[in-house]
């Protein structure tokens, strides 16, 4: 049956409608590239679904067109950057639209929006009167995380397209980003949670870089870049992502649900951790694109959902954690003003008391010595009069 006979049913995923052996597909390009080398042609008439065959030299592709290591998500039909083997070319593809462009330039924004509220804060804080260095390596550690996700996200997408080995390296090193991003923001969690207990601190920080570096060698594997672990990966991470909440629960433990809205702010922590739970769950089931496979080609992918949520997750996140930052050295404030104000106050009443006290002793060495005086002239008075009246006779 010629191809352009066969019949195609809507209700199913547009790459799955039709089996269509090897010589009919070879047959069909030497056609084309006889009849039509330098046009477009819609395949709805011949083929798989309502789109465009790309023209030769076309900056992006479609799904079929592109070599098995750049084949994920097969709901993802159109827009694909073809392959550059260049890094300049990889550049230039931030200034054109591809379905790449909404991860590129989300995490790149974020990247750029977490590097400008570290120097905001800095200069905030530079002052503070009881602020320690080991509070701004809580702080950094997580900007510092968010950044490095954030940035080698972008990389990784903007460079995906180079060729499969630059390919697998940029997807280890966004892998890598995940992981910083997760232990990045539990340091603050576990600093602040155990604020008077270092012990309590070593345990759990410990534990948090044992885990993260046991993810990062699993995540890395080649094995594990295929589409078929993506729910294993997604897992992982999950995995890793909930470990951070045993310090968290003991935290609640020792101060109580209320108390823990201001220690470890818990009611940004909830946010943050439903953020990054839903934006995890778009991606590994890959809504919406997998109910309406090509329609989210270009705008609004699970993929670019998750990057957004991502994102949205960070800064409420840096919110939380600068909220126990303040709550707990605004408490250290209250307490020095107070010891302050305290001392100075027991200090002008220590004054004044020893002054009465003083005068009261000055008062009484004073009469006393008016009493000797009176006492002695009264004396003096006495001895005085028989001679006087002796020397009358």
Same mark, same amino acid.
């Given at each position: 049956?010629?191809?352009?006979?066969?019949?195609?049913?809507?209700?199913?995923?547009?790459?799955?409608?039709?089996?269509?052996?090897?010589? #009919?597909?070879?047959?069909?390009?030497?056609?084309?590239?006889?009849?039509?080398? #330098? !046009?477009?042609? =819609?395949?709805?008439?011949?083929?798989?679904?309502?789109?465009?065959?790309?023209?030769?030299?076309?900056?992006?592709?479609?799904?079929?067109?592109?070599?098995?290591?750049?084949? !994920?998500?097969? !709901?993802?039909?159109?827009?694909?950057?073809?392959?550059?083997?260049?890094?300049?070319?990889?550049?230039?593809?931030?200034?054109?639209?591809?379905?790449?462009?909404?991860?590129?330039?989300?995490?790149?924004?974020?990247?750029? +929006?977490?590097?400008? +509220?570290?120097? %905001?804060?800095?200069?905030?804080?530079? !002052?503070?009167?009881?602020?320690?260095?080991?509070?701004?390596?809580?702080?950094?550690?997580?900007?510092?995380?968010?950044?490095?996700?954030?940035?080698?996200?972008?990389?990784?997408?903007?460079?995906?397209?180079?060729?499969?080995?630059?390919?697998?390296?940029?997807?280890?090193? =966004?892998?890598?980003?995940?992981?910083?991003?997760?232990?990045?923001?539990?340091?603050?969690?576990?600093?602040?949670?155990?604020?008077?207990?270092?012990?309590?601190?070593?345990?759990?920080?410990?534990?948090?870089?044992?885990?993260?570096?046991?993810?990062?060698?699993?995540?890395?594997?080649?094995?594990?870049?295929?589409?078929?672990?993506?729910?294993?990966?997604?897992?992982?991470?999950?995995? +890793?992502?909930?470990?951070?909440?045993?310090?968290?629960?003991? %935290?609640?433990? +020792?101060?109580?649900?209320?108390?823990?809205?201001?220690?470890?702010?818990?009611?940004?922590?909830?946010?943050?951790?439903?953020?990054?739970?839903?934006? %995890?769950?778009?991606?590994?089931?890959?809504?919406?694109?997998?109910?309406?496979?090509?329609?989210? #080609?270009?705008?609004?992918?699970?993929?670019?959902?998750?990057?957004?949520?991502?994102?949205?997750?960070?800064?409420?996140?840096?919110?939380?954690?600068?909220?126990?930052?303040?709550?707990?050295?605004?408490?250290?404030?209250?307490?020095?003003?107070?010891?302050?104000?305290?001392?100075?106050?027991?200090?002008?009443?220590?004054?004044?008391?020893?002054?009465?006290?003083?005068?009261?002793?000055? #008062?009484?060495?004073?009469?006393? =010595?008016?009493?000797?005086?009176?006492?002695?002239?009264?004396?003096?008075?006495?001895?005085?009069?028989?001679?006087?009246?002796?020397?009358?006779?």
């Amino acid at each position: 049956m010629p191809l352009s006979q066969r019949k195609l049913s809507s209700a199913k995923h547009p790459l799955s409608e039709t089996k269509i052996i090897e010589e #009919d597909v070879v047959s069909l390009i030497a056609n084309l590239d006889n009849e039509k080398s #330098d !046009d477009e042609f =819609d395949l709805n008439e011949s083929l798989f679904f309502p789109t465009t065959w790309t023209t030769k030299g076309s900056l992006t592709c479609a799904f079929w067109e592109l070599p098995n290591w750049l084949q !994920d998500n097969n !709901d993802i039909i159109r827009g694909y950057r073809r392959p550059t083997f260049s890094y300049l070319k990889c550049i230039k593809s931030l200034f054109y639209l591809h379905n790449e462009s909404v991860n590129i330039w989300s995490h790149l924004f974020g990247a750029i +929006l977490f590097a400008g +509220l570290s120097l %905001a804060t800095h200069f905030y804080l530079m !002052d503070h009167p009881t602020l320690k260095q080991s509070d701004y390596i809580a702080f950094y550690c997580f900007m510092a995380g968010a950044m490095i996700c954030l940035g080698l996200s972008s990389s990784f997408h903007t460079m995906c397209c180079h060729s499969e080995k630059v390919c697998a390296n940029w997807n280890r090193c =966004d892998y890598v980003g995940i992981v910083a991003l997760i232990i990045g923001s539990t340091c603050p969690i576990i600093y602040y949670g155990f604020y008077c207990n270092n012990l309590l601190k070593i345990v759990y920080l410990t534990m948090m870089l044992v885990f993260g570096g046991a993810t990062i060698s699993v995540a890395v594997a080649l094995r594990f870049r295929r589409p078929e672990f993506r729910w294993f990966r997604t897992g992982l991470f999950f995995a +890793l992502g909930g470990s951070s909440v045993i310090p968290v629960i003991h %935290a609640i433990f +020792l101060y109580g649900f209320h108390l823990s809205y201001e220690v470890i702010s818990l009611k940004w922590l909830a946010i943050t951790g439903s953020l990054y739970m839903f934006g %995890a769950f778009l991606y590994g089931t890959r809504l919406p694109e997998r109910l309406f496979p090509g329609k989210f #080609d270009i705008w609004g992918s699970s993929h670019q959902f998750f990057h957004f949520f991502v994102v949205a997750a960070a800064v409420f996140h840096y919110y939380g954690v600068f909220h126990s930052m303040l709550y707990w050295h605004k408490f250290f404030v209250n307490i020095y003003s107070f010891a302050d104000g305290f001392e100075k106050e027991h200090v002008s009443i220590t004054q004044e008391t020893l002054y009465k006290q003083n005068k009261e002793d000055a #008062d009484k060495e004073k009469s006393k =010595d008016d009493e000797e005086v009176v006492q002695q002239l009264i004396n003096q008075t006495k001895n005085k009069q028989p001679a006087a009246k002796t020397k009358v006779k």
